[in-house]
């Protein structure tokens, strides 16, 4: 694997990873923006400029922009996160050219406002078949809760009020503070001529204007309460508890990953054969989430609601008993042997490593390779996992449940 990186004269920074081995490349545009740089009155807006990027272009329509994307024979998407929007394709390394023009125009979309007020439809519809599937929400509902205030409690979808009043000016207002060539991340890995990438990079975004994009970080510890959601028409109960762990930008997050892997991954977990093999619940987990300047476990409990109280009581117990003792060397050797080769066989497919690429260089700035990956985790000790336990712990959670229910007995 081979890195390379330039920054064009307007701020724009191009990545690359190349593997000559490769026989296809991945590529795409990575934007520092997401739910966290909203205001409550555009809740959703980015993730609503998402879809409006694809709309069309001074250059080309919305047909013109499918149809070529279609052309391009390989894959294409787009997501939206908390503190990331990413449009990025997958091609054959002969169609680069193409795909980096397509790509590059379509970050500069007309928004047009017959476009707009068609796709807001789509996207309140989205809204409504998110808060009908199970768990119905329960994941945003309790960073909401959990993070009340921080920038981080904003749902990605935005709320039904925030996208219906949503016009197509204060998109236009959010745009031009946000996509700022100085706050995009060009990246590219698999067959890459870095050079020729440069040059094709330059002649799609090269004359896109600078301008200060900045971004409101601050720390704080979550709140510890339930909430109780009542949804009378499910047969399940669906339940999470939220703790404060540490951010992406900390080392001890390969620790969090691999305690997560111990204590809740979904097969050979302790919670895995505390309540899943023995039947007790559908599903029980922990995982383990990190943003720039917050983190969280996250545990994540689906079962009859007449077994949820006594359920999270033995998740209490599992993950009390794991702080009282420790993991053990067993157990922290199966953990990183899975992130081991999940790491390894990631580096066998270039999309999955333009993902690593992109989000890492959001988020801290820097470049990571797989072996980088690898050595750490194998240097991973019993000291680094269970000293995050000591420093976070799982005592007091926030607790959220979703279903039939109408109180919790903790």
Known sequence: MNFQRTTLDNGLDIIAESNEAALSTSMGFFVKT????????????????????FKGTERRTAEDVNRELDELGGASNAFTTEEATAFY?????????????????????????????????????????????????????????????HPLSRSVLG????????????????FDRRYSPTNVVFAASGQVDF???????????????????????WSMKGFRETHIVKREQTNQEYALQLVDAPCSNDDERYACSALSVILGDDVGSRLFWELVDSGRADSASLYFNSYSDLGCFVTSLACRPEDVASNL??????????????????????????????????????????????????????????EDDLRILRNLTLDDVN???????????????VGPLDSLDL
């Open 34 to 53: 997401g739910s966290r740089d909203e205001t409550d009155d555009v809740s959703g807006v980015s993730h609503f400029l998402e879809h409006m990027v």
């Open 313 to 370: 009581r033995a998740i209490r117990d599992v993950l009390a008993e794991a702080q009282r003792d420790g993991v053990t060397e067993q157990e922290l050797e199966r953990s990183r042997n899975k992130m081991l080769a999940s790491s390894a066989l990631s580096a066998e497919r270039p999309m999955t490593r333009l993902f690593a690429l992109g989000g890492e260089w959001l988020a801290t700035g820097n470049y990571r390779s797989v």
């Open 89 to 149: 394709v997958k091609v054959l390394p002969e169609l680069q050219e193409r795909a980096i023009d397509l790509l590059g125009d379509i970050l500069r979309p007309a928004l047009r406002r017959e476009d707009f007020e068609t796709e807001k439809r789509v996207i309140l519809e989205e809204i409504r078949m998110y808060e009908d599937q199970p768990p119905f929400g329960v994941d945003e509902k309790s960073r909401e809760y959990f993070w009340r205030g």
């Open 387 to 401: 000293g995050v336990m000591k420093r976070y712990g799982f005592n007091d959670p926030f607790t959220i449940a």
């Open 159 to 174: 709320t039904r009020e925030s996208i219906g009043a949503l016009t197509s000016e204060a998109m236009r207002e959010y």
């Open 195 to 217: 050079d020729q990438l440069v040059k094709w990079v330059d002649q799609a975004c090269g004359e896109w204007k600078p301008f200060e994009a900045s971004r409101q970080e």
